[in-house]
Nanobody, 124 residues
Framework: EVRLVESGGGLVQAGGSLRLSCAAS????????IGWFRQAPGKEREAVSC????????DFTDSVKGRFAISSDSAKKTVYLQMNNLKSEDTAVYYC?????????????????WGRGTQVTVSS
């Protein structure tokens, strides 16, 4: 059974940092792409970043480039999203998901298994 569990969300002031974790199980970690997505109230879910387990390539949405970093630890089967210089517009529920294929800009349609999400709230 594929399982993805997010953690690390919370309340932080603008300019602060958080590190989200996505613990994965039930599939061959190195064969899949893991993505981070977010959904703010009243908005559609959007891709934030993704990382390929095959070759480590990464991609980010423009609004987080230079502020967020994604990494993976295959031994722990965990993907991390380091979020720095957080802004109020980063407030959302953050989800991780897995895809069998890589796609530029982490196309949401490619991702079939999802975690339940973790809330990130940035106060201004």
């Amino acid at each position: 059974e594929v399982r993805l569990v997010e953690s690390g969300g919370g309340l932080v002031q603008a300019g602060g940092s958080l590190r989200l974790s996505c613990a994965a199980s039930g599939f061959i970690f190195e064969d899949f792409t893991i993505g981070w997505f977010r959904q703010a109230p009243g908005k559609e879910r959007e891709a934030v970043s993704c990382i390929s387990g095959v070759d480590g390539r990464t991609d980010f949405t423009d609004s987080v480039k230079g502020r967020f970093a994604i990494s993976s630890d295959s031994a722990k089967k965990t993907v991390y999203l380091q979020m720095n210089n957080l802004k109020s517009e980063d407030t959302a529920v953050y989800y991780c998901a897995t895809s069998a294929v890589w796609g530029r800009r982490c196309p949401i349609a490619y991702f079939g298994y999802w975690g339940r999400g973790t809330q990130v709230t940035v106060s201004s």
